[in-house]
């Protein structure tokens, strides 16, 4: 795992707002309007254990600004979930709904606790029992949660039919990446490890060189990470190496990234299997000769500490707030393109839109049309990303920022102040 000193994320998200506030011409009220959260709700409550006994858990949901639509972000259940790391979630997921330009404000939330110690039934019992302590803020027109770290479509079905269950009827529209059984859209599982694809896939175009036999790695191979590695296999690239929590397997000739991924999903642990693979640190990971870097894990892995030995050509962000802006200066001096978070990542909240869509119109995508959709709107979105990049040489991630904060704010202009 990687040493992580304990960044702030909701600082660095802070941070950041300053950075692109200087390209906007925006009153300080407006920014300073723009780095808080509006609504916040802290719970703590308890639920009943396997052995008979009854344990307290401290969740969080949190809505950043519902400008420009209702409230919307994953829920994640880790041991490290803090106020400031969700109010940070919360912040990046305005600006990504922007970025993609869906009707979409930010929220996030999450519960600590650990999950991998937990039973099936317990993890049911703290998910329904935290919807409905936070009830009073979800419902489809005014905050949709979703799977972030930990959580999977199971997660969603219990909160859905939680909050049917208050309601008195079904509330499909509730929640995204739900089962298909239970209103999901076909696509979503796959939607953000394919967005990331796509938007690696452009940069390579952008800088003139080809999928095949690109050395990619991966740290993470869960939702984001596993997806992604999968489908750059496909497509010809080759996945040199891969990580969960506790290590990172590397083959510089390239992996059998199915197999290393169908044994972790059923034995819940990655194993070395083939002759030329070693084990690796994921700090060692995260320093290896690649063309393309996917940090798909968690916050503040890419630091002022080890940035400086980074050796990708490409950065494509899959984690949210993978990098620091610290960080961000140095991979920058070093001429490392860099896809950020709100915009790579994307693809989850922009298939999650598709999916609260066919529920409040009560249709069915195939999952073709999901996906032709899905690559429209990353391709635009990069091209608008790059094209203010370009034309105002600024860094990718600073252009993301202006085009998402910038819609953000439009919206916040054109409603006005009330009263
Ligand atoms: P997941 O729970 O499916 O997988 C998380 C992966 O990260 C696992 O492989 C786990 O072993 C690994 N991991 C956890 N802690 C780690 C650590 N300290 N060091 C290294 N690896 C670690 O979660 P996910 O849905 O794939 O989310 C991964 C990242 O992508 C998160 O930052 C999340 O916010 C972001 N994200 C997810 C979605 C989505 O649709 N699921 C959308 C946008 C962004």
Same mark, same amino acid.
């Given at each position: 795992?990687?040493?992580?000193?304990?960044?702030?994320?909701?600082?660095?998200?802070?941070?950041?707002?300053?950075?692109?506030?200087?390209?906007?011409?925006?009153?300080?009220?407006?920014?300073?309007?723009?780095?808080?959260?509006?609504?916040?709700?802290?719970?703590?409550?308890?639920?009943?254990?396997?052995?008979?006994?009854?344990?307290?858990?401290?969740?969080?949901?949190?809505?950043?600004?519902?400008?420009?639509?209702?409230?919307?972000?994953?829920?994640?259940?880790?041991?490290?979930?803090?106020?400031?790391?969700?109010?940070?979630?919360?912040?990046?997921?305005?600006?990504?709904?922007?970025?993609?330009?869906?009707?979409?404000?930010?929220?996030?939330?999450?519960?600590?606790?650990?999950?991998?110690?937990?039973?099936?039934?317990?993890?049911?019992?703290?998910?329904?029992?935290?919807?409905?302590?936070?009830?009073?803020?979800?419902?489809?027109?005014?905050?949709?949660?979703?799977?972030?770290?930990?959580?999977?479509?199971?997660?969603?079905?219990?909160?859905?039919?939680?909050?049917?269950?208050?309601?008195?009827?079904?509330?499909?529209?509730?929640?995204?990446?739900?089962?298909?059984?239970?209103?999901?859209?076909?696509?979503?599982?796959?939607?953000?490890?394919?967005?990331?694809?796509?938007?690696?896939?452009?940069?390579?175009?952008?800088?003139?060189?080809?999928?095949?036999?690109?050395?990619?790695?991966?740290?993470?191979?869960?939702?984001?990470?596993?997806?992604?590695?999968?489908?750059?296999?496909?497509?010809?690239?080759?996945?040199?190496?891969?990580?969960?929590?506790?290590?990172?397997?590397?083959?510089?000739?390239?992996?059998?990234?199915?197999?290393?991924?169908?044994?972790?999903?059923?034995?819940?642990?990655?194993?070395?299997?083939?002759? %030329? @693979?070693? +084990? /690796?640190? =994921?700090?060692?990971?995260?320093?290896?000769?690649? *063309? &393309? !870097?996917?940090? #798909?894990?968690?916050?503040?892995?890419?630091?002022?500490?080890?940035?400086?030995?980074?050796?990708?050509?490409?950065?494509?962000?899959?984690?949210?707030?993978?990098?620091?802006? %610290? @960080?961000? +200066? /140095?991979? =920058?001096?070093?001429?490392?393109?860099?896809?950020? *978070? &709100? !915009?790579?990542? #994307?693809?989850?909240?922009?298939?999650?839109?598709?999916?609260?869509?066919?529920?409040?119109?009560?249709?069915?995508?195939?999952?073709?049309?999901?996906?032709?959709?899905?690559?429209?709107?990353?391709?635009?979105?990069?091209?608008?990303?790059?094209?203010?990049?370009?034309?105002?040489?600024?860094?990718?991630?600073?252009?993301?920022?202006?085009?998402?904060?910038?819609?953000?704010?439009?919206?916040?202009?054109?409603?006005?102040?009330?009263?």
């Amino acid at each position: 795992m990687a040493e992580l000193e304990k960044i702030n994320s909701f600082d660095m998200a802070k941070k950041q707002v300053d950075i692109a506030s200087k390209y906007l011409n925006l009153a300080p009220g407006f920014v300073e309007n723009l780095k808080v959260t509006k609504r916040e709700l802290i719970v703590h409550f308890p639920v009943k254990m396997d052995d008979g006994n009854i344990r307290v858990f401290t969740g969080y949901r949190v809505q950043h600004n519902v400008s420009r639509g209702p409230a919307k972000g994953g829920i994640r259940y880790h041991p490290d979930v803090d106020l400031d790391d969700v109010r940070a979630l919360a912040m990046w997921m305005t600006w990504k709904s922007a970025v993609v330009n869906i009707p979409f404000g930010g929220a996030k939330g999450g519960v600590q606790c650990n999950p991998k110690e937990m039973s099936l039934r317990e993890i049911e019992n703290m998910t329904r029992r935290f919807t409905w302590e936070i009830s009073m803020m979800l419902g489809p027109e005014k905050d949709i949660p979703a799977p972030d770290v930990y959580t999977n479509p199971q997660v969603m079905a219990w909160i859905m039919d939680t909050f049917s269950i208050l309601k008195g009827y079904s509330v499909p529209g509730v929640v995204t990446g739900k089962p298909i059984e239970l209103g999901g859209s076909l696509g979503r599982f796959e939607a953000t490890g394919r967005g990331v694809v796509i938007t690696a896939l452009e940069t390579l175009k952008y800088l003139k060189r080809s999928i095949e036999g690109t050395k990619v790695v991966i740290q993470g191979c869960g939702n984001v990470g596993g997806v992604a590695a999968r489908h750059f296999n496909r497509l010809g690239a080759k996945v040199i190496a891969i990580s969960d929590s506790q290590k990172g397997i590397y083959n510089e000739k390239g992996l059998d990234v199915s197999r290393i991924l169908d044994y972790k999903a059923k034995n819940q642990c990655l194993v070395c299997e083939e002759k %030329e @693979a070693t +084990e /690796i640190t =994921n700090q060692e990971l995260l320093e290896l000769d690649c *063309d &393309i !870097l996917v940090p #798909a894990a968690v916050e503040n892995q890419i630091t002022e500490k080890n940035a400086p030995r980074i050796k990708a050509k490409i950065i494509a962000e899959g984690a949210n707030g993978p990098t620091t802006p %610290e @960080a961000d +200066e /140095i991979l =920058n001096d070093k001429g490392i393109f860099i896809v950020p *978070d &709100i !915009l790579a990542n #994307a693809g989850g909240v922009t298939v999650s839109y598709f999916e609260w869509v066919q529920n409040l119109q009560e249709l069915i995508w195939s999952e073709e049309e999901v996906l032709d959709r899905l690559t429209r709107i990353m391709q635009r979105s990069f091209k608008e990303v790059l094209d203010l990049s370009l034309s105002k040489k600024i860094p990718m991630r600073t252009a993301a920022l202006v085009l998402g904060i910038g819609r953000v704010a439009e919206a916040t202009r054109l409603r006005g102040i009330y009263p």
